[in-house]
């Protein structure tokens, strides 16, 4: 059996990682902001587990509030890191492109927090292009990472067998930066590169089961609201 435990790296659910955990082992995907690797630390120990448990790291994009502790918690944990070629420069260094989807992102880009440096990470055989990756090590429950671009060039989820995903940026929900209150409200994260393509990428997660929706900011949501959430950029940003 999986069980999928958030990590508050924020809180009030404004940052999200999680950590899959499976037996006696466990796959984290996000890593919060720099410096963030001792409260996931914290929640391996009340699993029981410690660094070793860790069979893989997933990000679902390079922005900081998601890559900014993988560095670390790689070398903690020796544990490979996995991510999208199409977010690679971001992993590298290179700052983020940062298109405000509202008045939030605008003053939020003011404070430059999303553009600061952190720790370059080594990713093994980064996705390619549109194609899947699986995490397999778990004969009984596999793991796909689905490529799904839009709020960046190479954001991916995280899909369970059995419907759950963790999908990152490709949408938030609550207010501000996301979570703290009406959790079940969706909305745009701040920055967005492409909304029609986080369309199609939603749409993708949907066709291909997705069930129940974990957020880096907020969440989780449901299917149902993921269709509304669609529905409604399609009405009123694309
Ligand atoms: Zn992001
Ligand atoms: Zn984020």
Known sequence: MLRIVPVSALPGGMLNAYVLIHG?????VDTGLPAHARKIGKVLAAEGLDWGA?????????HIDHAGSAAEIARLSHAPV???EGDLPYLNGQRPLTRPTGWFGRIFRLTGMIERPYARVAVEAPLQGAADATLSFWPDQRLTLVPTPGHTLGSLSVLTE???VLAGDLLSSGILLGGIAWRSRTQQPPFEEDTRTVVQSLRTLLDRGARRFYLGHGGPVTAGQVQRHIDWLIRHRL
Not at 24 to 28: K, M
Not at 54 to 62: P, Q, S
Request: aromatic share 0%; glycine share 10%.
């Open 24 to 28: 006696r082992e466990a796959v984290l």
């Open 54 to 62: 860790l069979r893989a790291i997933v990000l679902t994009h390079g």
């Open 82 to 84: 996995h991510a999208h």
């Open 162 to 164: 059995d419907g759950q």
